[in-house]
């Protein structure tokens, strides 16, 4: 099993290979989902954002205000230096279980792939609750956390539906992109599916 969880794994992959890659979807993927809850004038941060182009992406078509955290300090500094013609981009070395940044202060918390990357590491049930309250604590009263996620329902709504948190998720699908186009987290990973698992703060829990 690759080490998902430790930073080591992060700094050296990242200085092995500094090309972009990106887990499960680029935004052609997700956008159709992620447009029905994030607007261009959000401010949006991008958690555990590695060397994807998710935000490139997103960048291009409008959205000029991304803050990009990751642990790895390697990465961080490739993407200062790439995107460092972009204003409203940012990249900032971070710890997600502890991020140095102020309270409501987000319209959108975008996740790919980072809550999937601790749940494989040591201490993961605790680290992934310290993330997710760190997430909840960062959002607006009325902001969206999406969780982009190769794990089922049955193995991530455990973590995400805490009263605690202050919000309502919702469960999407994205087929996966033909093979090679984007790479997976687990070897076992055999549905023919990537969730998204939409978490809305600040709305009342309706029965179903």
Known sequence: ???????????????????????YQRWAGLKDTLLEYVQPSNT???????????????????FHNI???????TVVKQMQEKYRDKP???????????????????????????????LCGEGSTHNAQKILTEVSRVLQPN????CISHGQPSYR?????????????????VQKPMMGMTASLSADDK?????????????VAKGD
């Open 1 to 23: 099993m690759a080490q998902y969880g430790k930073l080591d794994y992060w700094e050296e992959r990242y200085t092995r290979d500094p090309e972009p890659f990106d887990w």
């Open 44 to 62: 949006i941060l991008m958690l555990g954002g590695g060397n994807s182009r998710l935000s490139e992406e997103m960048y291009e078509e409008g």
């Open 67 to 73: 803050n990009n955290i990751d642990i790895a300090m």
């Open 88 to 118: 409203g981009m940012t990249y900032a070395q971070m710890d997600g279980r502890s991020m140095e940044l102020p309270d409501a202060n987000f319209n959108t918390v975008i996740d790919k792939a980072c809550l999937d990357a601790v």
């Open 143 to 146: 902001g969206v956390y999406i």
């Open 157 to 173: 709504l455990t973590y995400l539906q805490r009263p605690e948190f202050g919000w309502t998720v919702k469960t999407y699908t």
């Open 191 to 203: 549905d023919n599916v990537h969730y998204i698992y939409v978490c809305v703060k600040g709305e």
